[in-house]
């Protein structure tokens, strides 16, 4: 018999021993993909590493504690019943939506009927025409729309009867539906009790069995097939495996950040200890968990976003100097003050973007030019991703502007988007300051999800239960994340996880994703149990009306800055230069819906005039040494081209305008233009022109006396 063959035969046959089926052997063994040819001496690492696998399956199978049978069947009864009181509540919420959903149909009738009076009134005015070809088709318009009036007028009525109808049914229908969610309660409640009494507590807090059980998952995700495959590779390659098998801190790290994807374990480490060689740093504590993060995000390749003009730019984002980029920001202090408590699972949602480091880069000093205060905002469900509300135009019109040497996110807030484009923002501009996010779509809709200190929170899009992540319902993905949120519990939903891999069950994502194995629904009831315990409370979704939409319809409140003296300060130099703060205005005074003051990275405060809202003039009062001539400048920040800027000074009928330079979030200076001044008490007057009227950031003025 081939060798080859024999080993694998060998291995499903001690597997199918010790309790596994010969379908999930199959599919662990199909997990990894094609598989590579292997050598004599991949051949033989293939059979130690399924030795390894089998040995440590024997003992930890012995290890683990007798369950009872009267108890497990007392857990499975238990779990029926509330898998039928769940089936309950979605019926009663079904009926109870149908009901109310009655007034909303009705809305929608009535304006269809509405539409139609309107349309048939138009359509009596056509039968005026001269012709009688003309005629002859206003009537066929007129019989049509009338057609299409009766049509609406009897569905009307049925939506008037359905809506009495509803009003009486609703209140039972509502008293109905909470009967069913306290059964459902009380059936979870009673779940709990049997999972509990499976007297399983003592194996899920204790620690003793953790490096047997990573080391298993880390060769079953792996497979001796794909670590023989990467081993077989060199003398190094094969150290790497080795040393690994023998950490047990590190892969207990590793297996609690849900492994290397793909299971490329071997290529996860050889980027590990590339990292670690490239950066002493990255040996220990947030940039040891950093490193560990970069390396198995990127043990498959993650292809390199880059601007279609730089047709020799790296395929693919290099891992070693993602991890160098991040530790530089990190260490200037560049990062969310949060990224230094994340965890290895955390810190991977950050580093597997596809833009290029030096995207990364421009999107920190773009937003600390252009809108710091997105950055120091308090309020963390909007801190850094509030630019796609404020700066990303909805709509796709000016999609075909962006320019091929602009990185795709450069493109992005300078010509807008739907829905796509601006959740791709969002979680660009996010990563950029180091915190974690995921795409979180739902139906014909993308929006984001990221982390804060509070609990992760959707951006753009509907609360909790209307989407998905990673192609699992967003419920189970936060209860998961309220849950890893209490790192002390958190391991004893991983253990459980753990057991039911060594015995062949399918992972739990959650319920529902749905539910296979006993260890796994124990994973998942304990879960639950840390989440009630820490009295998690989900955050409420924001952005819901702008997902696709330009303005909020929610008034948003503008907060007072204090200027001081200085901030204000105009100052008129010994050779007659006058430089004005943009915040120095005679009006507005303070921070207006459309014209915002705010601290700027240079120092002192700088004035963003929005691109949303009704427009608005701001206005500089000053004293000039001297009449005459003078050159006007501004020091500014755009991120999109076409800006234009008006000023008037003192009297004058018509004003100057100003070209203002397309910077891509870098500061620049506008071209200089000539003012008239008077000697003494002297205003200008701003307005802003063009027909693309985008977000304009100014710093300060610089009138020069012309000589």
């Not at 599919?27 to 690492?45: D, F, R």
């Not at 019989?143 to 009766?150: G, I, P, R, V, W």
């Not at 495996?241 to 050889?270: F, P």
């Not at 909805?394 to 502007?401: M, T, V």
Request: with cysteine.
């Amino acid at each position: 018999m081939n060798r080859k063959i024999a080993i694998r035969i060998g291995c499903m046959l001690a597997a199918m021993a010790l309790g596994w089926s010969s379908a999930s052997a199959a599919a662990k063994a199909a997990k990894a993909g094609p598989e590579t040819s292997l050598t004599v001496g991949g051949e033989k690492l293939q059979a130690r590493y399924a030795e390894m696998l089998a040995a440590l399956q024997t003992e930890i199978v012995k290890a683990l504690p007798k369950i009872d049978e009267q108890k497990k069947a007392a857990y499975l009864k238990a779990r029926e019943n509330e898998k039928a009181a769940e089936a309950e509540v979605t019926k009663r919420q079904g009926a109870l939506d149908a009901c109310r959903g009655a007034a909303g149909l009705l809305e929608h009738r009535k304006n269809w009927v509405s539409k139609a009076t309107a349309a048939v009134a138009a359509a009596e005015k056509l039968k005026q025409a001269s012709t009688d070809d003309a005629r002859k088709a206003a009537q066929a318009a007129l019989e049509k729309e009338q057609k299409n009036k009766a049509l609406g007028e009897a569905e009307l009525k049925k939506s008037l009867d359905a809506v009495e109808k509803a009003r009486t049914e609703e209140p039972k229908l509502a008293e109905d539906l909470k009967a069913a969610q306290a059964a459902l309660a009380k059936a979870q409640a009673d779940t709990l009790k049997t999972v509990d009494e499976l007297n399983l507590n003592a194996l899920l807090t204790s620690d003793k069995l953790d490096a047997k059980l990573v080391q298993y998952v880390v060769l079953s995700q792996a497979t001796p097939q794909g670590l023989a495959e990467f081993a077989q590779q060199g003398a190094e390659q094969a150290a790497l495996v080795e040393k690994l098998l023998a950490d047990d801190v590190l892969m207990v790290q590793l297996v609690s950040a849900e492994g290397a994807r793909e299971g490329k374990v071997g290529q996860a480490m050889q980027i590990y200890t590339a990292i670690q060689k490239a950066s002493p740093k990255a040996k220990e504590g947030v940039l040891q968990r950093l490193a560990l993060a970069v390396s198995l995000e990127h043990a498959v390749p993650i292809a390199q976003s880059n601007p279609s003009a730089h047709t020799n730019a790296p395929a693919v984002v290099d891992p070693v100097k993602r991890y160098l980029h991040f530790e530089k920001a990190f260490l200037a202090g560049e990062l969310d003050p949060g990224f230094k408590d994340l965890t290895v699972w955390d810190y991977r949602n950050v580093v597997n973007g596809d833009e290029t480091n030096e995207a990364l880069a421009w999107g920190r000093e773009m937003l600390r030019n252009y809108r710091p205060d997105h950055i120091s905002t308090p309020d963390r469900r909007w801190r850094y991703v509030e630019a796609v509300r404020t700066e990303v135009k909805f709509g796709s019109g000016d999609n075909k502007y962006d320019l091929p040497t602009q990185h795709s996110y450069q493109n992005i807030i300078m010509n807008g988007g739907v829905c796509g484009r601006r959740a791709f923002f969002g979680r660009f501009i996010l990563r950029c300051f180091g915190i974690p996010t995921l795409p979180r779509p739902q139906p014909g809709h993308a929006t984001l999800v990221h982390w804060s200190p509070e609990g992760w929170v959707i951006n753009l899009g509907a609360t909790w239960g209307h989407g998905s992540v990673e192609g699992k319902p967003d419920l189970d993905f936060l209860a998961m994340t309220q849950a890893r949120k209490v790192e002390k519990a958190y391991p004893q939903v991983q253990r459980a996880k753990w057991v039911g891999d060594v015995l062949g069950e399918t992972r739990a994502y959650g319920f529902r994703s749905g539910v296979s194995g006993l260890w796994n629904a124990v994973a998942l009831y304990r879960q639950q149990a840390i989440i009630e315990e820490a009295k998690a409370v989900a955050l409420a979704a924001v952005g819901t009306d702008i997902g696709e939409a330009n303005e909020s319809k929610v008034k948003e409140i503008v907060k007072t800055v204090t200027l001081s003296a200085e901030d204000k300060q105009i100052i008129v130099g010994q050779d007659g230069v006058i430089t004005i703060p943009a915040v120095a205005c005679s009006t507005p005074t303070n921070s207006t819906e459309k014209i915002r003051f705010m601290k700027s990275y240079l120092g002192g405060m700088q004035l963003h005039y929005n691109r949303l809202a009704q427009p608005e003039t701001f206005e500089y009062t000053f004293e000039a040494p001297a009449a005459g001539k003078y050159t006007l400048s501004a020091r500014v920040v755009t991120v999109s081209p076409g800006q234009i800027l008006l000023v008037a000074a003192n009297a004058a009928q018509a004003p100057v305008e100003i070209a203002v330079p397309f910077t891509v979030g870098m500061w620049d200076k506008t071209p200089p233009v000539e003012v008239a001044l008077v000697k003494g008490k002297n205003v200008l007057h701003f307005s802003r022109g063009g027909e693309n009227i985008r977000g304009l950031t100014i710093k300060e003025f610089t009138l020069t006396p012309v000589k």
